[in-house]
């Protein structure tokens, strides 16, 4: 409870949600001390795969016995999910401790909630100066309060599509300025360059980086993978090949983003052992990310079916969501909740041959679109209906034998979910 009244005071310090900028961010840090110049850290930035990215880092990293403090946003259940300390989440009491302190340094003065957020992290992993730090950018790169370290081990540029487009003009909102304004202003280090959904994207962020003096790393290029047998598939980049077990998450995407957490770790040569990656990517904690839900009151209600919880919230991932179903023999049902802001026809466009699709309300999102607006969207979709809640909603699918179950469209409807699971 008194970390929740901190967090409502902390949300009211600013009129606005995002307001871009680094003046208020860079003014706090320099009453702190400047932590983040403390650090050190590896940016995670793009549209797609960055918290699955971090996940393999993290797991690879803490087998190898590399101690990490970890920055993501935004949370799924719990805002402590935001400060991993020395491989592990702040409890409430230090939570709320950490925020008081920063809260009295910052006086009152206008700031964000996602900046003052961002000032406590800093401030706090700056006590664990050996640590490595994954700091996860947010909305954009350009002008996120998480830009302003002055220098990193290294840059992950993860895939790039078009999304948040209501913070662009309209004349502006294309693939070419999301890519400037995500990768104009990496730091000189080393910049490893995920898989892109088109050569066009990957080119346009070489031109955008040409003059960067960061060592490049970029898929398909310096690092790959290839699908094995048996359980293994195989990654290779200049320091040779290695045959990696399949890893514990669902879905292509996700060697795409363990391939590049492993070419990050290898470049960096942070003493990390080909066995420590091997174990690492079969231990991989993942929420929300085509997460396989094997209990919870929820998952009672579908008995033996599989049930599966998906943030997609975009077009890419909606793509790759849908590369994942697409290989599986079996009729497909979803439950679909989603922002008022994002392209939803684009979203749904991806799913082919569903068995049915249910649209619901987000709860406790003001800035969602109702279930009811998102089924007149898509009414010429077979199957298609309205239910007010998750619960209603699972209740009122026929599901039989064998049939999956899919609840996408947000992570703020994962995050219920869970809640309610």
Request: charged content about 25%.
């Amino acid at each position: 409870m008194k970390l929740q009244k901190i967090v409502n005071r902390l949300q009211k310090l600013h009129p606005k949600e995002i307001d871009l900028s680094l003046d208020r961010i860079k003014n706090l840090c320099k009453k702190l001390g400047n932590p983040q110049d403390k650090i050190k850290a590896i940016s995670i930035v793009g549209t797609n795969g960055k918290q699955s990215t971090i996940n393999a880092l993290f797991s690879i990293l803490k087998e190898s016995k590399i101690k990490c403090n970890v920055y993501t946003s935004p949370h799924i259940q719990r805002i402590n999910e935001r400060f991993i300390f020395n491989n592990k989440e702040l409890e409430d009491e230090k939570l709320s401790h950490l925020f008081e302190e920063v809260e009295k340094i910052n006086d009152n003065q206008q700031i964000t909630f996602f900046e003052i957020l961002t000032a406590c992290y800093f401030f706090k992993a700056a006590q664990y100066p050996n640590n490595i730090n994954l700091i996860e950018a947010g909305l954009f790169h350009q002008f996120d309060a998480t830009n302003i370290l002055k220098n990193n081990l290294a840059s992950i540029v993860c895939s790039i599509s078009k999304d948040h487009l209501d913070w662009l003009p309209k004349d502006q909102q294309t693939i070419e300025k999301i890519v400037f304004e995500k990768t104009s202003s990496l730091l000189n280090s080393n910049i490893i360059v995920s898989k892109q959904n088109s050569m066009d994207t990957t080119d346009c962020i070489k031109k955008v980086i040409l003059k960067n003096s960061s060592k490049k790393l970029y898929f398909n290029e310096d690092f790959s993978y290839s699908n094995g047998e048996n359980g293994f598939f195989y990654y290779e980049d200049k320091f040779g090949g290695l045959k990696l077990p399949l890893p514990n998450i669902l879905g292509q995407f996700q060697l795409e983003n363990i391939s590049t957490a492993v070419a990050t770790l290898r470049q960096l040569d942070l003493n990390v052992k080909d066995d420590d990656i091997k174990n690492g990517i079969t231990k991989i904690k993942s929420v929300a990310r085509l997460q396989e839900i094997k209990s919870g009151k929820l998952k009672e209600l579908v008995k033996n079916n599989r049930l599966l919880l998906d943030g997609s919230h975009n077009e890419d991932g909606s793509r790759v969501l849908n590369e994942y179903l697409q290989t599986l023999d079996c009729k497909k049902h979803v439950i679909l909740g989603m922002m008022a802001n994002k392209d939803h026809e684009k979203y749904i466009s991806y799913f082919k041959d569903i068995a049915s699709l249910t649209t619901i309300d987000i709860p406790n999102q003001p800035n969602s679109i109702s279930g009811e607006k998102l089924k007149e969207k898509f009414k010429n979709i077979p199957n298609v209906q309205y239910k007010k809640s998750i619960k209603e909603a699972i209740k009122s699918i026929p599901l039989e034998e064998d049939d999956l179950l899919i609840i996408t469209g947000s992570l703020y409807l994962s995050g219920e979910f869970l809640n309610l699971n």
